[in-house]
């Protein structure tokens, strides 16, 4: 469970960078955190993915696998702080530090928490 330990160690770095006031980084540390965790709940099926959006892997996963559409809405916000947490080229001027919010952080490191406990769920309470 390599990829579950990792997220739950990328959650903590997204709530100490919201501590420290580096919102885009909590923002990214959260999305990679959600991230490892599906990438964790796959390896468990037996399943290969690849990639990095969130949602579409909730979506890919086997029918009684697949979370609530609620779930899917909030990975969708986590894949949007892949790149542009980032990359200032992905602004219309001025660096990634500028664009992200405490209010940011926490509903992202919030939605990663989702994510990781439904994860979580499914791996360790659930028989494949």
């Known amino acids: 469970m390599d990829w ?3 997220a739950l160690r990328d959650l903590e770095h997204a709530r100490r960078s919201a501590e420290f006031g580096e919102f885009e980084w909590a923002c990214f540390a959260a999305q990679q955190a959600a991230e490892k965790a599906v990438k964790a709940l796959y390896q468990s099926l037996g399943i290969e993915v690849w990639g990095h959006s969130i949602s579409r892997m909730l979506e890919g996963l086997p029918d009684e696998h697949r979370p609530q559409k609620y779930l899917v809405d909030h ?11 980032r990359y200032p080229n992905l602004h219309p001027e001025g660096a990634p530090m500028e664009y992200y ?9 919030k939605y990663a928490e989702e994510i990781i406990g439904y994860v979580r769920n499914k791996i360790f309470r659930t028989p494949h």
């Open 4 to 6: 579950f330990r990792q």
């Open 75 to 85: 990975a969708k916000e986590l894949d949007r702080h892949y790149v542009s947490t």
């Open 101 to 109: 919010t405490r209010e940011d952080a926490e509903r992202a490191i």
